[in-house]
């Protein structure tokens, strides 16, 4: 199983700043096949970024992903108040699929 | 618009039974697989089933093996799982998920609100 390691833990940056999230993992991502997803409180996970670096529809580009192998990186580059939240990274290359612990992005 | 509604969550005694829905409405339900995803209070994603579109193939962690049984009805566009022998571990946030592909490798593009079982004497 491949295990995903977020980093770091909790993020504490102001609005406009920008927001740089890790996802590694302890095997190569098959097809770099990560994704990325957005948690608020109280509401369900939101698909931002699938196979890496291809965003979602809707998703603003102020979001970025890359990486390859076994990092990847989510930015963000000006944070807006809307996007303090949990981010998790998951793997869909190897079975089983795993989710990475998530990072919180707060306000600082 | 991609709409996905779980319901039947609640307080069920250590060992009962818990039958979950998720009804699935603005795609076509019988071409995608789907999955129910938990979250422990506080906790990170976990996926406890996949079934593929057809229903004739199913996934499911040790941790849940042998206890749940996911199951659809594309007739009805909707997702089930059943929740047998519940542990206080199994206390959770159930998500529905839509997932990308029929079957196979892929993540999930929806999600549903969730629906709230606790374990609990």
């Known amino acids: 199983e491949i295990v995903l390691t977020q980093s770091p833990g909790t993020l504490s940056l102001s609005p406009g700043e920008r927001a740089t999230l890790s996802c590694r993992a302890s095997?190569?991502?098959?097809?770099?096949?990560l994704v990325w997803y957005q948690q608020k409180p109280g509401q369900a996970p939101r698909l931002l970024i699938y196979?890496?670096?291809s965003r979602a529809t809707g998703i603003p580009d102020r979001f970025s992903g890359s990486g390859s192998g076994t990092d990847f990186t989510l930015t963000i580059s000006r944070l807006e108040p809307e996007d303090f939240a949990v981010y998790y990274c998951?793997?869909?290359?190897?079975?089983?699929?795993?989710f990475g612990q998530g990072t919180k992005v707060e306000i600082k | 618009e991609v709409q996905l509604l779980e319901s039947g969550g609640g307080l069920v005694q250590p060992g009962g039974s818990l039958r979950l829905s998720c009804a699935a409405s603005?795609?076509?339900?019988?071409?995608?697989?789907m999955s129910w995803v938990r979250q422990a209070p506080g906790k990170g994603l976990e996926r406890v089933s996949t079934?593929?579109?057809?229903?004739?193939?199913?996934y499911y962690p040790d941790s849940v093996k042998g206890r749940f049984t996911i199951s659809r009805d594309n007739s009805k566009n909707t997702l089930y799982l059943q929740l047998n022998r519940l542990r206080a571990e199994d206390t959770a946030l159930y998500y529905c998920?839509?997932?990308?592909?029929?079957?196979?490798?892929?993540?999930?593009?929806?999600w549903g609100q969730g629906t709230l079982v606790t374990v609990s004497s």
């Open positions: 603005g795609f076509t339900f019988s071409n995608y697989a």
């Open positions: 998951q793997q869909y290359g190897s079975s089983p699929q795993t």
């Open positions: 196979a890496a670096s």
């Open positions: 998920a839509k997932r990308v592909v029929a079957s196979g490798p892929g993540y999930f593009d929806y």
């Open positions: 079934i593929t579109n057809s229903g004739g193939g199913t």
């Open positions: 095997q190569t991502v098959s097809n770099n096949y």
